[in-house]
């Protein structure tokens, strides 16, 4: 009876909270969605993403390969290998668009209104969301997340939300976080990302624990099974709240999400080519030009394809540990630049399929080119004292060879350089002032990678620099990125389209000294901190650009990173088992939109 009692109290509860949010609409000032600059694509009440088929199937699996382990269903926290999808699981405040460049539309909270002087920003939820065991989201469960990620989460949670002061539940379904002083337009568009964790659940559970134990959601997806650290089952959540919603039409479309865990990327391409999972993305240019061959490819059970990525592609390169006194020198770090020979790469191993990465916001508008204009110099020119003087040449771009494996003009410049730091070139080794030699080792967790090393390797060694290359797990690798605990490792800095709060994250002080950031490089440099404030409070999109090009420009010229390359395509590859909408969202690939065309049952949609 007691039972029965406290099943009645819950339907009761429920009823009052519906029929108590029902009775108080969206006041005028609530809007549907909000943009970073501009206006926002899609009108109130808009039916569907245009990037999507609102009558897509049900049904079906779709099996993809994890890379390395897991060990965790957390991935809010630093401990931990959290396993891939388990996002999935949750919602968010509000859902981005992927064909805007930073715009987020109503999904928990329908309703957003931001105080003129950016003073608070105000959500109105959706009386229908629940979390999968059918319990109201409330303001409660808002202020319980946030506070939750602050306290407990990944340090750069602190970061992130630095700008908010205090998040105050004003009635069940509304909530108001106030912002501190300042003018940060990205601030309200962040909130809107905050994923909601169920306050209940939590409360009985350590947040700041790494565990398989299956947490409660709120999203498409529950956890359905899995093999610890081998494999993960997703299945879609048939009642989930908001599978009606406009923002939701037409995706998750899967019954099934499946993710075996590789430790060998050969291996899981050859599972991918017999069958055993569904989709591959190639990041290899040898393996794209070269890999798939055969029946599969020949009679079209295996679709291969290349998209275009409108992304812009940040930096991917070998980033120095700045925090390791041998590289607290500006020309020792410029040197060793010069003896990677990307030419020479891109013609033997990459069939010239990559474009040399030379800007933090590389293929977009926000990347510096050649001279300062002059709403840069306005910015920069405060700094003129602090900053090096090449900042106000043109841009900083990588030294081009012939790509035949001459590089005895970039020989000599490294020398130069180095001996300007203190180095000198004695009996083929190069040796500082008390007669020890410069050596370092590169972090790496992929064994293919080495053959990209060992060429770079040869070029250090001829001007007397010995270096090692230590090979790692994927879990033995996060942890020591976490503690910083390398000399230089290959990393890829992603850049959005719309960059703001996020960058103290990856160049701030701060960042540079809390364990667990993004800041790998253990860069600090005071104008750097300047500029990123600048950036965050740009006031409309011309403003943006010219801040992340003068931030640009100066993290170009502080060689803390050695550039790779980028591509500006997907190159995916799937098994004909699936469809998708004719139209591909310009930001992404859009898998949360594909169907598997032997499912039959349809989205009602009114």
Same mark, same amino acid.
């Given at each position: ?31 549907? @969605? ?119 989460? @990944? ?197 010239? @399929? ?253």
């Amino acid at each position: 009876m007691r039972k029965l009692a406290c099943l009645w109290c819950f339907i009761w509860v429920n009823f009052l909270f519906v029929v108590t949010s029902l009775a108080n609409p969206l006041p005028e000032q609530a809007k549907h @969605a909000i943009a970073m600059h501009g206006d926002v694509k899609y009108p109130a009440g808009f039916k569907h993403f245009d990037y999507v088929n609102p009558k897509a199937p049900k049904g079906g699996v779709f099996k993809r390969a994890g890379r390395g382990t897991f060990d965790s269903f957390n991935p809010f926290i630093v401990k931990g290998t959290p396993a891939d999808g388990v996002s999935l699981i949750y919602d968010t405040l509000m859902q981005p668009s992927a064909d805007e460049a930073f715009t987020k539309y109503g999904l928990i909270a329908n309703g957003i209104a931001v105080a003129p002087d950016y003073s608070s920003v105000t959500f109105w939820l959706n009386p229908k969301a629940r979390f999968h065991d059918g319990h109201p989201i409330t303001s409660e469960d808002v202020v319980f997340s946030f506070n939750t990620f602050i306290e407990q989460g @990944a340090p750069h949670y602190k970061s992130y939300y630095a700008g908010v002061d205090g998040v105050i539940a004003l009635d069940p379904h509304q909530v108001r976080f106030d912002l501190k002083p300042g003018d940060n337009r990205e601030l309200p568009l962040i909130l809107g990302q905050l994923v909601i964790l169920p306050k209940h659940y939590w409360q009985q559970h350590d947040f700041s624990k790494s565990s398989l134990q299956i947490p409660l959601g709120s999203g498409p997806y529950r956890i359905d099974s899995f093999d610890a650290g081998r494999k993960v089952v997703y299945r879609r959540v048939e009642d989930y709240w908001a599978k009606d919603l406009n923002v939701n039409l037409g995706r998750h479309n899967f019954e099934q999400l499946s993710f075996d865990y590789f430790r060998d990327t050969t291996v899981a391409f050859q599972a991918f080519k017999a069958g055993v999972f569904d989709f591959h993305q190639e990041y290899s240019a040898k393996n794209w030009a070269t890999g798939y061959t055969g029946k599969v490819f020949e009679q079209g059970q295996i679709i291969k394809e290349q998209l275009k990525d409108a992304n812009p592609q940040g930096m991917q390169g070998f980033f120095f540990n700045l925090r390791r006194d041998k590289f607290k020198s500006r020309q020792v770090r410029e040197a060793i630049g010069l003896m990677f020979d990307f030419e020479w790469l891109n013609r033997q191993f990459f069939y010239q @399929a990559y474009t040399r990465g030379d800007s933090f916001f590389a293929n977009s508008e926000l990347a510096a080119k050649g001279y300062p204009s002059e709403g840069e110099r306005g910015i920069l020119t405060p700094y003129r004292d602090e900053l090096p003087a090449d900042v106000f040449a043109p841009a900083y771009r990588p030294s081009k060879t012939a790509g035949d494996g001459n590089i005895r003009t970039q020989m000599r410049q490294a020398v130069a350089l180095l001996t300007e730091a203190g180095y000198e070139l004695k009996g083929g080794r190069l040796l500082d002032a008390k007669g020890e030699q410069l050596s370092f080792e590169f972090l790496v967790y992929d064994k293919g990678f080495e053959r990209i090393i060992q060429p770079f390797r040869r070029n250090l060694s001829r001007i007397g620099i010995a270096t090692e290359i230590r090979l790692v797990d994927i879990s033995q690798y996060i942890n020591r990125l976490n503690s910083f605990d390398f000399d230089i490792t290959t990393l890829r800095q992603g850049q959005s389209s719309s960059p703001g709060n996020e960058q103290p994250l990856y160049w701030s002080c701060e960042a540079a000294n809390t364990p667990g950031s993004r800041n790998y490089a253990g860069l600090c440099h005071p104008v750097v901190d300047q500029l990123v404030e600048g950036l965050i409070a740009a006031q409309n999109r011309a403003d943006l650009v010219l801040h992340t090009q003068a931030l640009d420009r100066v993290l170009r010229q502080l060689h803390f990173v050695v550039p790779q390359w980028y591509s500006p395509y997907h190159r995916i590859a799937y098994w004909d088992r699936f469809s998708r909408p004719h139209t591909q969202p310009l930001y992404d690939i859009g898998l949360d939109t594909w169907w598997y065309k032997g499912a039959k049952q349809e989205v009602k949609v009114e």
